[in-house]
């Protein structure tokens, strides 16, 4: 049996990144071994892309990434032949978005999201800096809001947004407002890819997630990696998806989980 290609594909906070401080260095001698071995690690985050640059650029990934939670898949120049930097948009716009968000706001909904807050008021509220909180401000299709009112409205409020052709998923930190589309999107759609490239070679993908938005992405990979934090309860996969489950939280469990992995393909 050949040694297949690996393809990991990693939620950011919570996950690579620590929820504290937004460090991955408790990861680093994991992401040297993958770099190492030419793996694609791919970002898969609720992040947008002007945010995952910058970490792109800490970590030296020059592998394509998905922006918020599946709403764009940006693939460098070069990556697949492609001359230019290629963006694939999944679902509804953000403007769109927001326009259903200010109608269920006109009709009572409590709710605040990042269109109604100052950078410095996302600062204070996420610890990041202005400036990268101002980065996160960049959106292209979702919009992060926190929630004020109470769990029946929330009901109402998810229902409401169905009926509009969109959907609420709960992050580590904030509910999501956004289209249909999912981590898994963007997953799959590279997965194509890559295996486009190595043709009949086998390829196995590795996603790494701590909460219930990153339970598609889990469930489209061949092997599910659920590190611990506070929602990675709450991640539950169907009966014959067992997913290796961490016994540290954040860039400490994905250190462990990927190290492990490694060794168990041969890398």
């Not at 909180?133 to 109402?156: D, F, K, V, Y």
């Not at 509910?175 to 043709?199: C, P, T, V």
Request: charged residues 25%; aromatic residues 8%.
């Amino acid at each position: 049996m050949p040694r297949p290609h690996l393809i990991l594909f990693t939620d950011l906070d919570g996950t690579l990144l620590d929820h504290e401080d937004y460090s991955w260095e408790a990861a680093r001698p994991a992401l040297a071994r993958v770099k190492a071995a030419g793996i694609p690690l791919i970002l898969n985050s609720s992040k947008t892309a002007a945010e995952i640059a910058v970490l792109r650029n800490e970590l030296g990934n020059g592998d394509p990434y998905i922006v918020e939670n599946g709403a764009a898949v940006v693939i460098p120049a070069g990556t697949f032949g492609n001359s230019s930097e290629q963006v694939v948009n999944f679902g509804a716009s953000r403007a769109v978005v927001l326009s259903a968000l200010g109608r269920l706001r006109t009709a009572g909904a409590r709710f605040r999201g990042f269109e109604d807050m100052s950078a410095e008021e996302l600062a204070d509220v996420t610890g990041l800096d202005v400036t990268a909180a101002s980065r996160a401000m960049q959106r292209h299709g979702t919009e992060p809001l926190i929630w004020e009112g109470t769990e029946e409205e929330l009901r109402q409020f998810e229902a409401s947004l169905a009926s509009d052709n969109l959907r609420l998923v709960q992050g580590g930190r904030f509910w999501h407002a956004m289209g249909i589309f999912d981590k898994a999107d963007g997953a799959r759609f590279l997965l194509g890819k890559y295996q486009e490239r190595y043709g009949r070679e086998p390829v196995l993908a590795i996603a790494l997630g701590d909460s219930p938005n990153d339970q598609g992405m889990l469930e489209a990979s061949d092997v599910p990696v659920v590190i611990r934090g506070v929602n990675s309860g709450n991640v539950q996969l169907p009966s014959d998806r067992r997913p290796i489950r961490s016994l540290r939280s954040g860039p400490e469990g994905w250190n462990d989980c990927v190290l492990n992995l490694l060794l168990e393909y041969g890398y």
